[in-house]
């Protein structure tokens, strides 16, 4: 039976505690922009962190998109790929559209800078609640024919980011050519 239509999101965040060499690239690429771009928003230096720069300056807000531009060419390695997240087979799942988020940061303390990527992916089709799992196909084939799919277990950081509801099962294979 199908349930419906989803799209997930997983939030990595990055910090100055972040482990891996793709997390220390994007953590020291978007501080070093973050240091270069907060100048037009911090004249004279008066604002240390980022929250006080956009409640003085709602323009500032303008910086999660100037830096993402610092970490594309990072994510773009990933080839779709999220890191961190995987079904029940090991395999990585796959996502769509990437999108950078500046937490906080800080012009004179690296320690205060954090970031987070989101990965969004595309429509899956939503097949069956298991508990804490989902089990989801990426919703290419007719109702009656044999489907791929794959089970992800619920967990920090992953959650549904929308969802469309299927009222007549029987539709399901109309909703997936949609």
Same mark, same amino acid.
């Given at each position: 039976?199908?349930?419906?239509?989803?799209?997930?999101?997983?939030?990595?965040?990055?910090?100055?505690?972040?482990?891996?060499?793709?997390?220390?690239?994007?953590?020291?690429?978007?501080?070093?922009? #973050?240091?270069?771009e907060?100048?037009?928003?911090?004249?004279?230096?008066?604002? &240390?962190?980022?929250?006080? %720069?956009?409640?003085?300056?709602?323009?500032?807000?303008?910086?999660?998109? &100037?830096?993402?531009?610092?970490?594309? !060419?990072?994510v773009?390695?990933?080839?779709? &790929?999220?890191?961190? @997240?995987?079904?029940?087979?090991?395999?990585? +799942?796959? #996502?769509?559209?990437?999108?950078?988020?500046?937490?906080?940061? !800080?012009?004179?303390? @690296?320690? %205060?800078? &954090?970031?987070?990527?989101?990965?969004?992916?595309?429509?899956?089709?939503?097949?069956?609640f298991?508990?804490?799992?989902?089990?989801?196909?990426?919703?290419?084939?007719?109702?009656?024919?044999?489907?791929?799919t794959?089970?992800?277990? %619920?967990?920090?950081?992953?959650? @549904?980011?929308?969802?469309?509801? @299927?009222? !007549?099962?029987? %539709?399901?294979? +109309?909703?997936?050519?949609?």
């Amino acid at each position: 039976m199908f349930r419906g239509k989803i799209k997930l999101v997983y939030k990595q965040e990055i910090g100055e505690k972040s482990e891996s060499s793709f997390e220390k690239a994007i953590f020291h690429a978007s501080y070093e922009e #973050f240091l270069l771009e907060s100048q037009a928003y911090n004249h004279g230096r008066h604002f &240390k962190t980022f929250s006080r %720069m956009k409640g003085a300056d709602s323009k500032a807000n303008s910086l999660h998109y &100037k830096l993402s531009f610092s970490v594309l !060419h990072f994510v773009s390695q990933l080839n779709h &790929k999220m890191p961190g @997240i995987k079904d029940n087979l090991g395999n990585k +799942i796959t #996502f769509e559209t990437p999108r950078f988020e500046l937490i906080e940061s !800080h012009i004179e303390d @690296i320690s %205060m800078h &954090k970031v987070a990527v989101y990965y969004e992916t595309a429509t899956l089709t939503l097949l069956e609640f298991l508990g804490e799992y989902l089990l989801l196909s990426n919703c290419n084939k007719a109702e009656n024919e044999l489907t791929e799919t794959f089970v992800v277990k %619920m967990q920090p950081n992953l959650s @549904i980011l929308n969802y469309q509801g @299927i009222a !007549h099962p029987q %539709m399901a294979w +109309i909703a997936c050519q949609q």
